[in-house]
């Protein structure tokens, strides 16, 4: 729970928004650090595979990533 300060008033609380954790793609990886409103995944591949999708999605307001996680693709 966070606390915040809204117009000179303490104590306003309220949930942190927090979107699902997302799944490493089948021969890759997610890097990410939270997974908050604001936070940021990137996806990458091993060696011989390529993405496909987007490299990095971020956690939107509503709880939802703004793009599908990326598949691996060979």
Avoid at 7 to 35: H, L, M, R
Avoid at 49 to 62: F, K, M, N, P, V
């Amino acid at each position: 729970m966070l606390i915040l300060k809204i117009n000179n008033k303490e104590n306003q609380k309220f949930t942190e928004i927090s979107c699902p954790e997302p799944k490493s793609p089948e021969n890759g990886d997610a890097q990410f650090y939270k997974v908050t409103q604001g936070g940021k995944v990137k996806f990458t591949c091993d060696a011989g595979y390529s993405l496909d999708g987007q490299e990095i999605i971020t956690c939107g307001a509503d709880g939802s990533w703004d793009h599908f996680p990326p598949r691996c693709i060979g």
